[in-house]
């Protein structure tokens, strides 16, 4: 069992993420508005940087390579754990999104309001599962670059799922702004 709780399983569940990412991103409905390039390009620089510091292995981040937590099998596993749920849950949410999903802020020809499946509680579940996945990540790696880089990331969705709200109320108004009430942004709202 022990052979699982290992950075190979950790990056065996990203590349599962990516190549299913990469194949479902085939088949989309085409874009009819994004948002500006440049705040594409600052998310992707910020993801960029916040991956790196999460997944970069033998490089020297100073006082960040200092561990936060103790290098134990029992953390490691919550965090295998953890790193399968979110993927697992990104993955869930992006094949429910379907043909609507885009890595830009858009709005597709035809676009519909997903309120179906993981949408049907939660506004961002691909986040969510991403978000979950890079905690687990960033347990598994136990020092604190990992810290910062998981940071950097939550930031960076937060932004981008704030500008894909604002397009999403000029689409859809009031329908949009009901489903805002009853969900949460990225947990299920309680009451």
């Known amino acids: ?73 029992l953390i490691k596993g919550i965090a295998v754990t953890l790193v399968a749920c979110g ?40 986040y969510s599962g991403l978000l979950l996945a890079m905690i687990g990540t960033g347990l598994f790696v136990g020092e604190w670059r990992a810290v910062m880089g998981v940071l950097l990331i939550f930031v960076s969705h937060g932004l981008k799922a704030l500008r894909e709200e604002k397009m999403l109320i000029s689409q859809f108004g009031s329908t949009y702004e009901e489903y805002r009430r009853r969900t949460g942004s990225l947990v299920p709202r309680l009451l």
């Open 1 to 73: 069992m022990n052979f699982l709780i290992s950075w190979n399983t950790v990056s065996a569940l990203w590349i599962v993420f990516c190549v299913y990412w990469t194949f479902s991103a085939l088949r989309v409905k085409r874009t009819r508005h994004t948002e500006p390039s440049a705040l594409r390009l600052a998310t992707v620089a910020v993801l960029a940087f916040g991956s790196f510091l999460v997944f970069s292995r033998n490089v020297d981040f100073g006082i960040l390579s200092h561990r936060f937590i103790p290098d134990n099998i």
């Open 87 to 126: 993927v697992a849950v990104a993955i869930w949410a992006r094949r429910h999104l379907g043909e609507f999903w885009s890595a830009r802020v858009t709005l597709k020809e035809d676009h519909q309001l997903i309120q179906t499946g993981p949408y049907a509680r939660v506004r961002h579940p691909i």
